[in-house]
């Protein structure tokens, strides 16, 4: 009778043992949405899911293409951060978490308060940077840097773009490596399109030196004025180089080196007032000219004018370009305004 209760005793036991393992296994089994097989960021998601920071639709849906909203990103950041808030329910779900980061200073002061409208893409730059580093402004610059957000084409960041779910999880998982200690890469033409956008010039990014001189105007004549609004900087050796576009490479000498050489463009403004009609005629060589050692070029559209006539009152405004040798640009790029010599960019 003992011997027959220990075998019916270890049968419910190794049922109850099986049982749980069943349990424990489909617990850990990944869960299939039904729009996400073969989307780019399938696995991503599935990552983001198992680490409970995101989770999919009542229908079974993930949804990964729907634009993200200001709450939802916040409630993504908060969560996977590991930040503990008390769930409300309603139309006010999201409000813990925006005050959570709020006390840990993530969200500043400026940002919107419409938090179901969708996020742009420079908020999620602003309150990505400031999740890793809180001394940061938060600017695109910032997030770029960092190696957080990308370009979507090698000339355009959309700050005022928005952005989806998948896309969301994808700054997320940035953000939580970067929070780690490792060093996430820089998408290089972001870094640039930032930089431009936040200094006027790409020579941080592109030759590690310190940009002079924007928005200085200079006087050419009684009435005529120049102004310097850009300074960028180009590589003629990466053949995905967005600003070698505007190069009419006719005009590059056949014995000058792509690989040993930058292309230096200067964005120039010339305003000429009705005081300035029948001042001297004007060349983009008497705005800007360089050293013995630097090649003109010519550019192919957003060039400024050839020749400036100044017969009545007008407005010029493109670029004067000239091929400059690695060794002296790496160094600081210095050129002749107006016949005067003039640092633009220095270490």
Same mark, same amino acid.
């Given at each position: 009778?003992?011997?027959?209760?220990?075998? %019916?005793?270890?049968? #419910?036991?190794?049922?109850?043992?099986? +049982? $749980? &393992?069943?349990? @424990?296994?489909?617990?850990?089994? /990944? !869960?299939?949405?039904?729009?996400?097989?073969?989307?780019?960021?399938?696995?991503? %998601?599935?990552?983001? #899911?198992?680490?409970?920071?995101?989770? +999919? $639709? &009542?229908?079974? @849906?993930?949804?990964?293409?729907? /634009? !993200?909203?200001?709450?939802?990103?916040?409630?993504?950041?908060?969560?996977?951060?590991?930040?503990?808030?008390?769930?409300?329910?309603?139309?006010?779900? $999201?409000?813990?978490?925006?005050?959570?980061?709020?006390?840990?200073?993530?969200?500043?002061?400026?940002?919107?308060?419409?938090?179901?409208?969708?996020?742009?893409?420079?908020?999620?730059?602003?309150?990505?940077?400031?999740?890793?580093?809180?001394?940061?402004?938060?600017?695109?610059?910032?997030?770029?840097?960092?190696?957080?957000?990308?370009?979507?084409?090698?000339?355009?960041?959309?700050?005022?773009?928005?952005?989806?779910?998948?896309?969301?999880?994808?700054?997320i998982e940035r953000i939580l490596s970067a929070k780690k200690g490792?060093?996430?890469?820089?998408?290089?033409?972001?870094?640039?399109?930032?930089?431009?956008?936040?200094?006027?010039?790409?020579?941080?990014?592109?030759?590690?030196?310190?940009?002079?001189?924007?928005?200085?105007?200079?006087?050419?004549?009684?009435?005529?004025?120049?102004?310097?609004?850009?300074?960028?900087?180009?590589?003629?050796?990466?053949?995905?180089?967005?600003?070698?576009?505007?190069?009419?490479?006719?005009?590059?000498?056949?014995?000058?080196?792509?690989?040993d050489n930058k292309v230096i463009f200067a964005n120039f403004t010339?305003?000429?007032?009705?005081?300035?009609?029948?001042?001297?005629?004007?060349?983009?060589?008497?705005?800007?000219?360089?050293?013995?050692?630097?090649?003109?070029?010519?550019?192919?559209?957003?060039?400024?004018?050839?020749?400036?006539?100044?017969?009545k009152p007008q407005t010029n405004e493109g670029y004067v370009a000239?091929?400059?040798?690695?060794?002296?640009?790496?160094?600081?790029?210095?050129?002749?305004?107006?016949?005067?010599?003039?640092?633009?960019?220095?270490?």
């Amino acid at each position: 009778m003992r011997k027959r209760f220990s075998i %019916i005793l270890c049968t #419910v036991l190794c049922a109850a043992s099986i +049982g $749980y &393992d069943a349990i @424990s296994s489909s617990a850990q089994s /990944p !869960i299939k949405f039904t729009d996400t097989s073969q989307h780019w960021a399938e696995q991503s %998601i599935q990552t983001a #899911v198992e680490k409970k920071y995101v989770d +999919g $639709y &009542d229908d079974g @849906s993930f949804k990964p293409e729907l /634009p !993200i909203s200001r709450a939802e990103f916040i409630k993504m950041l908060s969560s996977a951060a590991g930040e503990k808030v008390e769930k409300v329910e309603g139309n006010d779900w $999201y409000v813990p978490y925006v005050k959570r980061l709020k006390e840990l200073s993530i969200i500043p002061v400026e940002f919107p308060e419409r938090y179901n409208e969708p996020l742009q893409r420079f908020e999620m730059a602003m309150l990505s940077a400031r999740s890793v580093d809180k001394e940061l402004k938060g600017s695109m610059l910032d997030s770029v840097k960092l190696g957080l957000i990308h370009g979507v084409s090698t000339t355009d960041l959309a700050p005022y773009g928005t952005s989806t779910r998948a896309q969301a999880i994808t700054i997320i998982e940035r953000i939580l490596s970067a929070k780690k200690g490792e060093k996430l890469p820089v998408d290089k033409y972001a870094a640039s399109s930032a930089e431009i956008a936040a200094t006027g010039s790409n020579v941080g990014t592109m030759l590690g030196l310190r940009v002079k001189e924007i928005g200085t105007t200079w006087n050419y004549a009684e009435g005529v004025t120049v102004k310097l609004n850009k300074l960028i900087v180009a590589d003629p050796a990466d053949l995905d180089d967005p600003f070698m576009k505007l190069i009419d490479m006719r005009t590059w000498g056949k014995s000058t080196s792509k690989t040993d050489n930058k292309v230096i463009f200067a964005n120039f403004t010339v305003v000429a007032t009705e005081a300035g009609v029948g001042a001297p005629d004007m060349l983009p060589t008497q705005v800007l000219t360089q050293l013995d050692t630097s090649d003109e070029l010519l550019l192919t559209e957003q060039a400024l004018s050839r020749w400036m006539e100044f017969n009545k009152p007008q407005t010029n405004e493109g670029y004067v370009a000239y091929a400059l040798p690695n060794r002296i640009a790496n160094l600081g790029i210095v050129f002749n305004i107006l016949n005067t010599k003039t640092i633009l960019a220095i270490k």
